[in-house]
């Protein structure tokens, strides 16, 4: 295989000082981030990738992305989080039963212990996405964190909603993966597995109801995550170096978190997976049932054809504002779908500029 950009490159935010800072949560596994800086003062900024992405969402050479727009427009301490589900790590290349409990629970709280050691009392904003976003508002809402002065959360925030066919998918796909097909995890670059192999043999498969484009990995991924042709993304959103990478882009992932998703959507909200597990008696059964006294004002965003979680921002948005009326703000971007509002080639003119706007505020 032949790479036009590198795997894991740093390259795509060439001018600011980067440095790695791991730590570890309190369930036993190792974590990291990346710290761009160019003025280690004022606000600073954590970003979340969601599941099978991973810090290099946010740093893409190929356009001008989500760190480097931040730094140039007076956000100079941006950090990105790789968290559990991110694919830097091993952690999804295997039957592992970790849930979005333990995501909030043990990543954020070690992760912000990690940073507040750092930059001290500064303020704290965090962009998150997808399942990124689910679990940190599920630990800002269940009270695992604090002290966080504003959230922009893309995609899905506490009430996951999915199409009817990614409904059926939920409903079927993780046991038939695991105890029928005997596949450990899903993974978009199957089609780079030896001929024949069970991989190689679905990816095969997947591209015969997929004949949108020529990219194997993007037929892997519609078939990993919502309901299209192609499900993530517009093509027209995306650069071609973007869409040709995907593989790298997005990673390898145990199909448990599929079965939270599908226990969130039954129940119409974030709730916990086994509320009768003690471990995780320090958070609520039900995330929202405490809304009404979380101050962090929230940005919800959504592509205006999200074809992932639909319309989950816009309900989740009404729920809160319902509870705290004007607290919250939601942003539908139009001609956007789930990964593009943060990965498109053109987002920093139709995207970036709004949650900016935000930040400033809620920093001012």
Same mark, same amino acid.
């Given at each position: 295989m032949t790479r036009e950009i590198a795997l894991y490159t740093l390259e795509g935010v060439p001018d600011a000082r980067i440095t790695t800072h791991? *730590?570890?949560? /309190?369930?036993?596994?190792?974590?990291?981030?990346?710290?761009? &800086?160019?003025?280690?003062?004022?606000?600073? +900024?954590?970003?979340?990738?969601? #599941?099978?992405?991973?810090? /290099? !969402?946010?740093? !893409?050479?190929?356009?001008?992305?989500l760190v480097r727009f931040l730094l140039d427009n007076g956000f100079t301490d941006v950090w990105t989080l790789d968290f559990r589900m991110s694919n830097r790590f091993p952690y999804n290349r295997a039957r592992h039963r970790f849930t979005m409990d333990d995501i909030a629970l043990f990543d954020f709280p070690a992760a912000l212990r990690t940073l507040r050691a750092v930059v001290g009392e500064r303020r704290v904003h965090v962009i998150?996405?997808? #399942? @990124?976003?689910?679990?940190?508002?599920?630990?800002? *809402?269940? @009270?695992? +964190?604090?002290? =966080?002065?504003? +959230? =922009?959360?893309?995609s899905v925030a506490l009430t996951p909603r999915v199409p009817p066919w990614s409904q059926v998918k939920l409903a079927v796909a993780p046991d038939l993966a695991e105890y029928v097909l005997g596949l450990p995890y899903l993974d978009p670059n199957w089609h780079q597995e030896p001929r024949f192999t069970p991989g190689w043999l679905l990816s095969r498969l997947v591209d015969l109801v997929h004949p949108e484009c020529d990219v194997p990995a993007c037929h892997m991924l519609s078939l990993m995550w919502g309901t299209g042709w192609p499900a993530l993304y517009s093509h027209d959103k995306l650069h071609p170096v973007t869409h040709a990478r995907g593989g790298d882009l $997005?990673?390898?992932?145990? +199909?448990?978190? %599929?079965?939270? &998703?599908?226990?969130?959507?039954?129940?119409?909200?974030?709730?916990? *997976?086994?509320?009768? /597990?003690?471990? $995780?008696?320090?958070?609520?059964? /039900? %995330?929202?049932?405490?809304?009404?006294?979380?101050?962090?004002?929230?940005? *919800?965003v959504t592509g205006e054809k999200n074809r992932v979680f639909t319309d989950s921002n816009i309900v989740c948005y009404e729920r809160l504002e319902a509870v705290a009326p004007g607290r919250h703000e939601l942003e539908v971007i139009p001609g956007y779908g789930h990964q593009d509002v943060f990965m498109g080639k053109d987002v920093h003119q139709d995207v970036f500029p709004r949650l900016l706007e935000f930040l400033q505020r809620q920093g001012a």
């Open positions: 791991p *730590f570890n949560t /309190d369930d036993g596994l190792g974590l990291s981030m990346l710290r761009f &800086v160019r003025d280690p003062a004022g606000d600073v +900024v954590l970003i979340i990738h969601g #599941l099978t992405t991973s810090s /290099d !969402m946010f740093i !893409m050479p190929e356009h001008r992305n998150a996405h997808c #399942l @990124g976003s689910v679990s940190f508002m599920m630990s800002l *809402f269940g @009270g695992a +964190v604090g002290g =966080i002065a504003s +959230v =922009i959360a893309n $997005y990673g390898a992932t145990g +199909v448990h978190y %599929y079965r939270h &998703v599908r226990t969130m959507v039954r129940a119409g909200r974030a709730v916990k *997976f086994d509320r009768r /597990d003690a471990r $995780y008696d320090a958070l609520p059964d /039900d %995330y929202l049932a405490g809304a009404a006294e979380v101050g962090t004002p929230v940005l *919800f």
